[in-house]
Nanobody, 115 residues
Framework: QVQLVESGGGLVQPGGSLRLTCAGS????????MSWYRQAPGKERELVAV???????NYADSVKGRFTISRVNAKNTMYLQMNSLKPEDTAVYYC?????????WGQGTQVTVSS
């Protein structure tokens, strides 16, 4: 059974930093393209960043230069380093694993950017 567990969310002031972690189990992690999504209240879920099984990365324009996605396959773990956080980054952040059009989601972690 595939399980993804996010952690690292919390309350941070504007301009601050957080690192989110997504820990996977029950899957051959290095086969999967991994991504971070977020959903703010009243808004649709949106893609934040992707890291493929070959470690190619792509980012939403709104986070380019501020967020960095990475993975450590030996630890079945993906990260999202978030710097220069803004109030508009406030959302629930989800990780997703995709392989052969099969998607698995974590339960989400809340990030709140506020003074």
């Amino acid at each position: 059974q595939v399980q993804l567990v996010e952690s690292g969310g919390g309350l941070v002031q504007p301009g601050g930093s957080l690192r989110l972690t997504c820990a996977g189990s029950g899957l051959t992690f290095n086969w999967y393209d991994m991504s971070w999504y977020r959903q703010a209240p009243g808004k649709e879920r949106e893609l934040v960043a992707v890291i493929t099984s070959l470690s190619s990365t792509n980012y939403a324009d709104s986070v380019k230069g501020r967020f960095t996605i990475s993975r450590v396959n030996a630890k079945n773990t993906m990260y999202l380093q978030m710097n220069s956080l803004k109030p508009e980054d406030t959302a629930v952040y989800y990780c997703k694993a995709r392989f052969n059009r099969n998607d698995y989601w974590g339960q989400g972690t809340q990030v709140t950017v506020s003074s």
